[in-house]
C-alpha cells in the first residue's frame, strides 16, 4: 500500500474517534443542559444539592469563594446552562468540521488525493471556520454578559475594600480561526489546480 | 478540439488491428482506444514516437490540424 493512503487512513481513524468523543461531548452537554433546566424550572430546594461549588472562574483564574458570600444556587445553574450551550455549539461544529475533514481524507485512503470533492470540502472547512468564529464571538460576548448579571453583585462584594474600582466584562474571542480559514481557501485553491493537472496526466498518452 | 487524429485511417491502410498496436507499442489496449477515437487531451513524443515506429510512417499521418469555424 502506497505510504501517503497508509497515512490518510491512519488519520481518517483518528478522525473516526475525534466524532465518536464530539457525539459524546454533544449528548452529555444536552443531557447535562436538560438537567440544569430541569431543576431550575422543577426549582426543588436546591440548598439540598451538595454538587453546587463554591467556585468563581476569571478566565483561567480560579477562586474558592468562602460560605459568606455564597452564590445564588439559581445562577450557578443559569451560567452552567450557558457553558453547556457553548459546548454543545462547538461540539456541533466540531462534528461538522470531522465530518468534511474525513471526506477530504476519503480519496487519499484510495490513492487518489486531487478530486474535486477534496477542494470543495476544504472550502468547506474553510467558510466554517469564519462561521465559528463570527458564533464563537457572540457566544463568548453572552457568556461575559450573562457572567456579569448573575455574578456581578458577587464579584463586587468580593472586592469591596481591594482598591479595585471598577470591573468591566470584556469581550475576549479567538480570532485565529480566520487566520485557519484563509490557509483552508489557499489550500483549496491548490487542490483545485492539482485536480486539473491531474485530469490533463490522465488524459495523456 | 481542432487536432484530429487520425489513427483508424493508418491502422486501416496498414491492415493492423487494436490488439496487434496495442502489444507492439506497449501501450494498453483500452488507451489506444482512447486515442483512436479522439479521447485524450495530449500525446507523449515517446508514444508517437513508438506509435510512429510500428505503422511506419510520420508523425503527420496521424495528426491532423483543422481549423474551427467560428
Redesign the interface.
Known amino acids: 500500500m502506497n505510504p501517503l493512503c497508509k497515512t490518510a487512513k491512519t488519520l481518517d481513524t483518528v478522525f473516526q474517534i475525534a466524532k465518536i468523543l464530539l457525539l459524546i461531548a454533544c449528548i452529555a452537554s444536552a443531557v447535562a443542559a436538560i438537567f440544569a433546566g430541569a431543576l431550575l424550572l422543577l426549582g426543588p430546594d436546591l440548598e439540598n444539592f451538595g454538587f453546587v461549588e463554591q467556585v468563581l472562574e476569571l478566565g483561567a483564574v480560579r477562586l474558592s469563594i468562602a460560605p459568606e458570600f455564597e452564590l445564588p444556587v439559581e445562577n450557578v445553574l443559569c451560567h452552567g446552562l450557558t457553558s453547556l450551550g457553548l459546548l454543545s455549539v462547538v461540539s456541533v461544529f466540531g462534528l461538522l468540521a470531522v465530518k468534511y475533514i474525513r471526506n477530504i481524507l476519503t480519496p487519499m485512503t484510495e490513492g487518489e488525493p486531487f478530486r474535486s470533492v477534496v477542494a470543495r470540502n476544504l472550502k468547506k472547512l474553510a467558510w466554517l471556520s469564519i462561521v465559528y468564529t463570527a458564533v464563537r464571538f457572540f457566544l463568548d460576548g453572552l457568556e461575559s454578559f450573562l457572567f456579569g448579571h448573575f455574578f456581578g453583585d458577587t464579584v463586587a462584594k468580593l472586592i469591596e475594600g481591594s482598591g479595585i474600582t471598577h470591573i468591566s466584562y470584556d469581550i475576549e474571542s479567538d480570532m485565529s480561526f480566520l487566520l485557519v480559514a484563509g490557509v483552508l481557501f489557499l489550500l483549496s485553491y491548490v487542490f483545485r489546480y492539482a485536480e486539473e493537472l491531474q485530469k490533463?496526466s490522465d488524459?495523456?498518452? | 478540439m481542432s487536432i484530429i487524429l487520425r489513427l483508424d485511417r493508418v491502422m486501416a491502410d496498414r491492415k493492423i488491428s487494436l490488439n496487434e498496436l496495442s502489444e507492439k507499442v506497449g501501450v494498453a489496449n483500452v488507451n489506444l482506444s482512447k486515442l483512436k477515437n479522439g479521447h485524450v487531451s495530449a500525446i507523449r513524443f515517446s508514444t508517437l514516437e513508438a506509435i510512429c515506429d510500428v505503422l511506419d510512417c510520420q508523425p503527420g499521418d496521424i495528426l491532423e490540424f483543422k481549423r474551427e469555424e467560428a
Open positions: 490533463l488524459e495523456t498518452l
